[in-house]
């Protein structure tokens, strides 16, 4: 039996070469994306597949394997990691003390939708679709430094929290496509940070990038991000001789920002946001035709479970500004929900005088 594959984040030098995914929009008045992947693989090729049958392809496994995968992630044959990283490395969040209330009693982290970012130039329209719409994103940062920009801007005015996690945050779950779902066929086990059963919402499919293999990836500061979302877009026509725009790696796109905030040095996890004219387990093509529509799905936001042990590594730093009040509450929310949590003050504190002081 062979040892489960990991799939590592963009730019890791553990990268897997195999797979690379591409989402096509096809052009015309209202514009439509067509989800259509290709493989380097020498045996298939998906894209054939998918228009041939209709379906995701995929290698099968028996369902001893998915049995197995759902009890011990990770063992089974075809088992394999959405874009995490096995390293000792850490991420940082910047936040209130409200969020980090929020995020000890649920034991989840919020996505929210590209277009709900304060960077109004990263949900831009991409060949006729609004495409910020439908990207769920978490941002966070590599850098350890404390950053007064960042205190600022996200900290409560400097007088909230930093959060530090290790770089992989969130838990892995199989993530097994029911069997039948017309025209949506994963027959692999993918080791995902939800389930399937957990991407589904009323009229939505949340989902990683399962050909992508970008959950998580550094966010490139660039000087004009339309020019670099334009080098990913690839003019074509389909069989039927309309006009069609094929977006070359998504999870690269949605990870461009202008150089104005590269003092963030951001470290990006995504997931898809999928609409649909209906209940998600209608298929594929309820969900390809609420795409052409440009249907927006209503979903602002969506939690995702933190990994339980990584609270056990969880750094709380306190502001340059936090109050021995905000203290207080951290240390009670702590105690309560993550009593192995470190608690510590930035090395800013007493070097900052608050205004009207």
Not at 25 to 45: C, D, K, Q, T
Not at 249 to 267: D, I, L, M, P, S
Request: proline share 7%.
């Amino acid at each position: 039996m062979s040892a489960a594959r990991k799939w590592c984040p963009a730019g890791s030098p553990e990268h897997p070469p195999k797979y690379r995914g591409r989402h096509r929009v096809v052009g015309g008045l209202r514009g439509a994306i067509e989800f259509s992947f290709r493989a380097v693989l020498p045996n298939w090729s998906l894209e054939r597949d998918l228009h041939r049958h209709g379906t995701w392809p995929a290698r099968r496994c028996g369902s001893s394997s998915v049995a197995r995968a759902k009890h011990h992630p990770g063992s089974g044959p075809s088992a394999q990691t959405l874009g995490f990283m096995n390293s000792s490395e850490y991420v940082y969040h910047y936040t209130s003390l409200e969020s980090l209330a929020l995020i000890l009693k649920s034991g989840k982290i919020r996505f929210t939708r590209l277009d709900r970012l304060d960077d109004v130039t990263e949900a831009q329209r991409i060949a006729g679709i609004d495409f910020g719409k439908y990207v769920l994103v978490s941002c966070w940062t590599l850098e350890a430094e404390d950053s007064l920009p960042q205190w600022h801007m996200y900290g409560a005015g400097m007088g909230g929290v930093r959060l530090q996690l290790p770089k992989q945050v969130f838990s892995q779950v199989p993530y097994v496509v029911p069997k039948g779902l017309p025209s949506f066929e994963v027959n692999d086990i993918y080791l995902s940070p939800i389930s399937f059963e957990q991407g589904l919402a009323e009229n939505c499919l949340v989902t990683p990038l399962l050909f992508e293999h970008e959950l998580a990836g550094a966010v490139e500061y660039v000087d004009n991000v339309r020019e670099a979302i334009a080098r990913h877009l690839y003019p074509g026509k389909d069989s039927q001789g309309s006009p069609t725009t094929t977006i070359g790696k998504t999870g690269r796109v949605v990870r461009y920002k202008a150089k104005t905030w590269a003092f963030q040095n951001e470290y990006r996890f995504v997931l898809a946001a999928l609409p649909t004219f209906g209940p998600p387990l209608q298929g594929l093509g309820n969900i390809v035709g609420a795409l052409r529509a440009g249907v927006d799905h209503g979903l602002h936001h969506f939690d995702v479970p933190i990994a339980p042990e990584n609270l056990k590594e969880l750094v709380v730093r306190t502001g340059p500004l936090c109050t021995a009040g905000t203290v207080a509450c951290i240390e009670a929310l702590l105690s309560r929900w993550a009593p192995r949590a470190t608690l510590e003050a930035t090395p800013l504190a007493g070097t900052i005088r608050r205004k009207g002081a």
